[in-house]
């Protein structure tokens, strides 16, 4: 895939005039953007920010829950010269009036629905916009006697303007450590992912479809579900409210995608509502399943089912944020599902390493994407983890109006440092082993990656999400449970629902039994996990956290709240 230009302006010029006639922005159910029709409305709002004062290099916020005006507002701004903000639509206020100060914003395109979350708090001195109006903005500003040649020529002038070392996005991260951070990404650092990505998806055809579930202010769904599809001439369906299952399960079967990108999370839930019942379900099966073969077949049989709740004619499912249990990617494979992997950081733009479907390998990443590089900053990277990290054109020039975190991100000799723990074996294929920060020493010096314990944790049968840190020495765990699951398994134990009912009667009495047997699974489960455990990585005891952990925008634990817990 040949760009003239790497440059967001030359990606939009290619996939605009190549695919002219072909639909690429919609709703699962509503009207279809074509590639031309999306042209013509983002230079048209050209006018619109003349007309607000909006010079090169000016900032744009950008704030909106998915949907195909999204991606109108965020190249109206990018081809245009202006640096365009993305911000998660689950911010706080207050951090996204932060990140309006602190990236100096002129002015907002703001969706309705957080216009309303927002409540007339966004500060008077820069102009805002309804993400809704942008249709109607570009109608107003449209050009009169304009043609096809006078958009060829007005398009060949924005890329002749743009250069790909330009400041195209600045990407405001709330991670593990609870400390936004402003990530600069180029039009050469976005592009060349996505080029690089094209080569992972290269069985996808002009045409073929996306569904978008993941916020497309996070740089993994924008690159890889968004620009990478544009680039390939996909056509992006967008669903008009969050991605639960009532919601899902039509629009997959209406939408047929060819591709999905998602998170582990996703997988899992089929994993342990779909697989273990059907398992568990039957006594025969539950008895036969621990045998490879018979596991094999059943996993093959559930995965004829799987493919069709997705459609039936699915490519690429792409799992990225985080690698997926050892158990649920054992069944994915082992039910021929289309599973790729990838792995990134936002400062990469995102993606570093990955493998599409029919080359993934079990429990590795995949090896790096073209033209980046990565090392392991460890004595034997292939045996002994170290710190992952990376060069390439996709990687960020830093952190904005951040010197020192900027200076900390990289090596001496011009790595950055992803702050990721890895091994990388003979064949170039990339393991994931854990947060550096993460790390813990044991008594003798042993490293301890709670990331694979609470992998362990989290496949119990009534276990939620879990959390493995140091406290006073020891190694602790805090798990929360499915308690549906526990008082669907109550109401088994006292013998029907009449029973249950009875009980429930007495909320003290029912809070005693749940609690009791929540306590006694919790020991059990303790126990069970030990088992498979190193010695110096054995958990000395585990807390009940009842109420579900407090998570980042991209739905990862903030583990620092809960890393100096106490118990109480």
Known sequence: MQLSKRSLTTLFAYSVKKYSTFGFLSYVDGPVLTYEQFGRTVLDLHGFLRKKGIRRGDRILLLGQNQPLWGVGYFAAVTYGAVIVPVLTDFHPDEILKIIAHSGAGGIIISERMMKKMKGRLPDHIWQVKMENLPHLSEKNRRTGFDQAEDAALIAELEEKTDEEDLAAVIYTSGTTGTPKGVMLSHKNIVQDVISTTFIAKRLRPGDHLLSIL??????????????????????????????????????????????????????????????????????????????VFRKLLHAMIGIRLRRIFGGRMKYFIIGGASPTEEVEQFLREARFPLAKGYGLTETAPLVAGATAGYARLYTIGPPIRDVRIRIDSPDPAGQAGEIQVKGDNVSRGYYRDEEKTRAAFTSDGWFRTGDLGTIDGDGYLSIRGRLKNLILGPSGENIYPESIEELLNEGDYVSESLVYEQEGRLVARVHLDYDKILARMKQIAGGAGEVSRIAGDASRLAGDLSRMAGEYLVSLKQSVNKRLNVFSRISEIFEQTEPFEKTPTNKIKRYIYTAAKKS
């Open 215 to 292: 916020p497309l202010a996070h740089t993994y769904e924008c690159t890889i579900g968004f620009l990478t599809p544009m680039l390939l001439g996909g056509h992006i369906f967008y669903l008009d409210a969050l991605p639960a299952p009532s919601v899902l399960m039509p629009a997959l079967k209406k939408v047929r995608p060819h591709v999905m990108l998602s998170v582990p999370l996703l997988m899992e839930k089929i994993y342990k509502n779909l697989v273990l019942p059907t398992m568990n379900g039957n006594a025969v099966l539950r008895s036969l399943y621990p045998l490879p």
